[in-house]
T-cell receptor, first 116, second 116 residues
């Protein structure tokens, strides 16, 4: 069965500091997708990034970057030069490729607090 | 383009009652998924509907049910409410491509259900 673990429950930083969120996943599938979502106080989950298991290339998108390492089953996410508006709960999620459909298994979330 | 719309936003019910929540997906999206979010259990997958058929189901009792209409709008129903059903219920929609493709899910703001 699939599982996603976010060991950090809360991170507090001062504005402009970098924030790295850890995510470790478990799956028996060789094909799978990983996601990061952000949940601001309004409650809506906002999609940030998606990677598939065949693409380990790490990329940067604006202030966001991610580090996907299959060898350690990790999919870490970094916010560079954090801003107060980045304060939210961040979720890592996994979708296995073997089964049809879009079921997401979420980690427990990491609350990020960016102080001015 | 309008996002995922969930109604109502807030709901208060008493134990033993039943409740129906509604979700209107993004135009053109044919897959709708439901998730329950609680402080104790986190985000958990309830079920997914595609073309009016349930494609996936999470580990929830039969009191939780859903359906999808021909216009892709979806409803979920919880019968015989229990205190533990108090949660934020999130709906997500996605394009439905090939059966094994993991499409990005876009979430609504949720319905916060309180059971007294």
């Amino acid at each position: 069965a699939q599982k996603v673990t976010q060991a950090q429950t809360e991170i507090s930083v001062v504005e402009k500091e970098d924030v790295t969120l850890d995510c470790v996943y478990e799956t028996r599938d060789t094909t799978y997708y990983l996601f990061w979502y952000k949940q601001p106080p309004s409650g809506e989950l906002v999609f940030l990034i998606r990677r598939n298991s065949f693409d380990e290339q790490n990329e940067i998108s604006g202030r966001y970057s991610w580090n996907f390492q299959k060898s350690t089953s990790s999919f870490n996410f970094t916010i560079t030069a954090s801003q107060v508006v980045d304060s939210a709960v961040y979720f890592c999620a996994l979708s296995e490729g073997r089964a049809a459909g879009n079921k997401l298994t979420f980690g427990g979330g990491t609350r990020v607090l960016v102080k001015p | 383009k309008a996002g995922v719309t969930q109604t109502p936003r807030y709901l208060i019910k008493t134990r033993g009652q039943q409740v129906t929540l509604s979700c209107s997906p993004i135009s053109g999206h044919r897959s709708v998924s439901w998730y329950q979010q609680t402080p104790g259990q986190g985000l958990q997958f309830l079920f997914e509907y595609f073309s009016e058929t349930q494609r996936n189901k999470g580990n929830f009792p039969g009191r939780f049910s859903g359906r999808q209409f021909s216009n892709s709008r979806s409803e979920m129903n919880v019968s015989t409410l229990e205190l533990g059903d108090s949660a934020l219920y999130l709906c997500a929609s996605s394009l439905a491509g090939a059966t094994l493709a993991k499409n990005i899910q876009y979430f609504g703001a949720g319905t916060r259900l309180s059971v007294l």
